[in-house]
């Protein structure tokens, strides 16, 4: 019996010393650094809709060149020949002109994220107070032979034309296609779009001409024709609010303040290519503030 009971203790024995066993730790173990994570530490989300408010500064070259064409061509509607072998209505009485102001306006505009590319569409306006004017006078000597009689020439001399024009640009909205590049808090951001403005425009035209006939020496001789004469005659046009159509670009810059609130700054480019025959090119610097959902 003693025999049996020193056996059972021989083979239990094993396995209890192995279920109590904790191996030492090993050197390593305490000498191994933390795991390091390699990557940007912030993460900004930029989808979603926005809105926000800017003032800036904008600055305009109007080009009056073919401001009071209409008028012009009104006036000498009965001189049809010269009208078009002289082109009048084109001579560069007015010229251009350039003007500054202040602007303010707002924003409203709607991302969308694929890890760092952002894409959105935005609706930009401003308002601005852009007055400009040009006046000049030209006078042009010429013979035109054009729909006469064989062997008649009529003397222009001369035909004098006048313009005075202006504009008041005061609105401006541009509806923007938008891509940026998350970097963290920054979105640098380039955008191209449509734009549409508002203006008040005006045009006044003063045109006179006399002339009389160089008919060609021949047996017998040509008798001349009548002489023309066209006193002084104006014709004058306005418009207000009128509408502008063009388009618009630039560049610019989001930068997050909190995960709701962003400051921007952007340069932009905008050319309407007629308002009433008038060009306008603008270019704008604004600083903003916005919210983000």
């Known amino acids: 019996m003693r025999w049996l009971l020193c056996a059972a203790a021989l083979a239990f024995a094993p396995n209890a010393f192995a279920a109590d066993y904790t191996p030492p730790p090993f050197a390593a173990d305490y000498t191994q650094p933390p795991p390091v994570t390699i990557g940007p530490a912030t993460f900004t989300r930029w989808a979603g809709f926005?809105?926000?408010?800017?003032?800036?500064?904008?600055?305009?070259?109007?080009?009056?060149?073919?401001?009071?064409?209409?008028?012009?061509?009104?006036?000498?509607?009965?001189?049809?020949?010269?009208l078009q072998d002289q082109q009048i209505s084109h001579w560069p009485v007015l010229g251009s002109h350039s003007t500054a102001s202040p602007s303010y306006g707002g924003f409203i505009g709607y991302n969308v994220q694929w890890e760092d590319v952002i894409l959105g569409v935005e609706l930009n306006y401003n308002r601005v107070?852009?007055?400009?004017?040009?006046?000049?006078?030209?006078?042009?000597?010429?013979?035109?032979?054009?729909?006469?009689?064989?062997?008649?020439?009529?003397?222009?001399?001369?035909?004098?034309?006048?313009?005075?024009?202006?504009?008041?640009?005061?609105?401006?909205a541009t509806f923007r296609?938008?891509?940026?590049?998350?970097?963290?808090?920054?979105?640098?951001?380039?955008?191209?779009?449509?734009?549409?403005?508002?203006?008040?425009?005006?045009?006044?035209?003063?045109?006179?001409?006399?002339?009389?006939?160089?008919?060609?020496?021949?047996?017998?001789?040509?008798?001349?024709?009548?002489?023309?004469?066209?006193?002084?005659?104006?014709?004058s046009s306005s418009q207000s609010g009128a509408f502008a159509?063009?388009?618009?670009?630039?560049?610019g810059m989001d930068v997050a303040l909190t995960s709701n609130l962003f400051v921007r700054g952007e340069f932009e480019y905008v050319?309407?290519?007629?308002?009433?025959?008038i060009q306008v090119s603008l270019w704008s610097a604004r600083v903003g503030a916005g919210v983000k959902f």
């Open 245 to 251: 159509y063009g388009a618009a670009t630039g560049l």
């Open 177 to 235: 296609a938008r891509a940026g590049w998350e970097l963290g808090s920054f979105l640098p951001y380039g955008f191209a779009g449509f734009a549409v403005g508002r203006a008040n425009t005006s045009a006044t035209a003063t045109a006179s001409l006399s002339a009389y006939d160089i008919p060609d020496f021949e047996t017998p001789p040509l008798v001349p024709l009548p002489n023309q004469m066209l006193p002084p005659t104006s014709q």
């Open 129 to 172: 107070s852009l007055p400009a004017s040009s006046s000049g006078t030209v006078s042009r000597s010429f013979i035109d032979s054009t729909n006469l009689p064989t062997g008649h020439h009529y003397y222009y001399d001369p035909v004098t034309v006048s313009a005075q024009s202006s504009i008041q640009l005061t609105d401006i």
């Open 50 to 82: 926005y809105f926000g408010g800017q003032v800036g500064y904008s600055s305009s070259e109007i080009n009056f060149s073919n401001a009071a064409s209409s008028e012009i061509s009104y006036l000498l509607r009965g001189y049809p020949a010269i």
């Open 271 to 277: 050319f309407f290519p007629q308002v009433n025959n």
